[in-house]
């Protein structure tokens, strides 16, 4: 069983920046894609960004130019580093870890991430 736990997120003003964390443990036996999605109240689950193993990147479009994906293999953690925050970036921030050979995802609790004045 895989067990992942997020954190970093918060209550930020338009313009500023937040830094998610998470950090996965359990069954961890073979290689693995790590990522986030975020989802608004009363929307779908929306692709952020992921990472390969080999630190190959990829972001959905609200992220581009704007937040950073990168992980650390030793310590199992993803980050996400969240510049230029605006109000249509509230949302719940699940991160995700895959393992490549398999289809399902699993995935964190969630953190929420607010950008209000």
């Known amino acids: 069983q895989v067990h992942l736990v997020e954190s970093g997120g918060g209550l930020v003003q338009p313009g500023g920046s937040l830094r998610l964390s998470c950090a996965a443990s359990g069954s961890l036996f073979s290689i693995f894609d790590m990522g986030w999605y975020y989802q608004a109240p009363g929307r779908q689950r929306e692709f952020v960004a992921s990472i390969t193993a080999g630190g190959n990147t990829n972001y959905g479009d609200a992220a581009k130019g704007r937040f950073t994906i990168s992980r650390v293999n030793a310590e199992n953690t993803v980050y996400l580093q969240m510049n230029s925050l605006k109000p249509e970036d509230t949302a719940a921030y699940y991160c995700?870890?895959?393992?490549?050979?398999?289809?399902?995802?699993?995935w964190g609790q969630g953190t929420q991430v607010t950008v209000t004045s």
């Open positions: 995700f870890l895959r393992f490549i050979h398999l289809t399902e995802k699993n």
